[in-house]
């Protein structure tokens, strides 16, 4: 899930070469953020999940494939996003934690030893068994994408059963352990119009049999992870690599208290987006952030404090809660951000955190922040994407800085805080990702490029109640897309 250094990895994950049953589609998936909980929590220990994730972030008919999503956003209470798929035949659901910051998909699998058994999310958790699907298909260890896999160091083989497996083992402990099978990954395209109808693609996916540490834990359990990652082991790669879908996907979380928002597989199209190129050959989404700046003056940070190598690196995640800066870039930060608001507000530390007392709207007293990124492309900050609000004292607010520093670390980590309230696009393709301001509850435009290679645009609204999920308590938000084709039937 998210990125931190000092991870052990020894995972095994493959890309598909698998037969791909339906043409190509694009696929929306409609986000919303869900909590277990309804209580509050400190930092501290929002600080303490997004360090879990960290430890893992590792290394024919044409339509939209739409995935349903539940649950609401609120930065105060521990959540995640996630989804329903349907693997196998006959078709079983699955919630899945949708994540950046991770690439491939698994799911637990029968005899799981440490798998939750409950959640307290408002879901049904599920194993995935092998053997009641028609369909699942070990992977051996002669299988050519487990032989990929191999060389890349990215899964291992069982000479005891041929068996292609993996163990992902992370430096908090946690981890989880398993083998490779492929199967149908169902999917609900939306035609022209209104109309759906169901398809299927093979794709390869993890089996846990193992997990340790905070995946044992009920709370905010899910039946496994949808890893939204670019290696060539993720769904969306998969997908790429058979001319299933293109190689670009979307989203826009919405930053209010209702929550949800927008994951496409597509290009979502806005004017007011700007690229900056990904940094090569790297396993995550790395960006070269060059400075930050505070009320239009740039801070005096080093630039190699922002430079990618093993340690150091800029990455966004969209499975981090909060955002994270490099240990030689945060004391310079909340010292401009303090001597900027000093006279207008109380500074207090609490918990080892920043924090300031206001009277009056944070909009009117803290300054906006930019970060600073290669090819001229900045990211305006707002002070609700850098502040989160605490409990009130003697009747005035406390707001802290919600951008924490990571001991002994380099890593800067862009996770929801200052995700949400933006479209993002993410060209794999082109390597860049592109981003801009946006309400996030409104519809969107998408690009797809037809099997002719040009490029066609759809529009999106709002799909059929029909595919919620009506068995959440929360109340879902109504952000879904209808893409409607143009000319040529075309997948994404």
């Avoid at 879908?245 to 979380?253: K, Q, R, T």
């Avoid at 530390?349 to 970060?371: E, K, R």
Wanted: aromatic letters at 8%; glycine letters at 10%.
């Amino acid at each position: 899930m998210g990125f931190l250094a000092g991870i052990v990895i020894a995972g095994v994950i493959l890309m598909s070469a698998a037969n791909v049953l339906c043409s190509s589609f694009p696929s929306t998936l409609v986000l919303e953020r869900a909590f277990p909980a309804d209580h509050r929590v400190p930092l501290s220990q929002l600080r303490a999940r997004d360090r879990v994730r960290h430890g893992r972030m590792l290394q024919s008919s044409s339509g939209i494939a739409d995935f349903p999503v539940e649950g609401t956003f609120d930065p105060f209470r521990v959540g995640l996003y996630y989804t329903k798929l349907q693997l196998g035949s006959p078709p079983r659901d699955y919630y899945v934690q949708i994540d950046t910051g991770s690439d491939v998909l698994w799911v637990s699998c029968g005899s799981c030893n440490g798998c939750p058994e409950t959640s307290g999310l408002p879901i049904q958790l599920n194993s995935f068994d092998p053997g009641s699907s028609s369909t699942s298909q070990f992977i051996s260890c002669t299988d050519k994408r487990c032989s990929l896999g191999v060389q890349s160091s990215d899964s291992d083989c069982s000479t005891q059963n041929n068996q292609c497996s993996y163990t992902f083992q992370y430096g908090d402990g946690s981890g989880t352990s398993g083998y490779y099978v492929s199967d149908l990954l169902h999917l609900q395209t939306i035609l022209e119009g209104s109309m759906t109808q169901n398809s299927s693609a093979s794709i390869v996916f993890g089996c846990s049999t193992l997990q340790t540490g905070d995946l044992t834990k009920s709370d905010r359990a899910v039946d496994g992870i949808f890893g939204f990652g670019q290696q060539g082991m993720s769904v969306i790669s998969q997908l790429a690599s058979q001319g299933v879908a293109s190689n670009v996907f979307s989203h826009c979380l919405r930053g209010d208290t209702s929550g949800g928002g927008i994951l496409v597989i597509g290009e979502i199209v806005e004017p007011n987006i700007v690229y900056s190129p990904l940094v090569p050959s790297q396993p995550h989404y790395n960006l070269n952030l060059q400075s930050i700046s505070v009320n239009g003056q740039a801070l005096q940070i080093d630039p190699t404090v922002f430079a990618t190598s093993s340690n150091r690196g800029t990455i966004v995640d969209s499975g981090t809660t909060l955002a994270y800066l490099a240990a030689e870039a945060y004391d310079p930060f909340i010292n401009a951000i303090t001597t900027t608001v000093s006279q207008s507000v109380r500074p207090v530390v609490s918990n080892g955190n920043q924090c300031y007392l206001i009277t009056s709207s944070i909009n009117d007293i803290f300054p906006q922040v930019a970060l600073n990124f290669a090819g001229g492309a900045s990211m305006i900050l707002r002070p609700q994407d850098y502040l989160i609000q605490q409990s009130s004292v003697g009747g005035a607010a406390r707001w802290c800085i919600g951008l924490q520093k990571i001991q002994d670390s380099g890593i800067t980590i862009l996770g929801d805080l200052v995700l949400k309230d933006r479209i993002f696009v993410y060209d794999l393709g082109g390597q860049r990702i592109g981003w801009a301001n946006y309400d996030c509850s409104l519809s969107v435009n998408v690009s797809a490029t037809s099997r002719t290679g040009k490029s066609e645009y759809v529009n999106a609204g709002e799909l059929s109640d029909s595919t919620s999920l009506h068995n959440s308590p929360y109340q879902l938000i109504p952000v879904m897309l209808i893409l409607y084709m143009l000319g040529n039937f075309l997948f994404l």
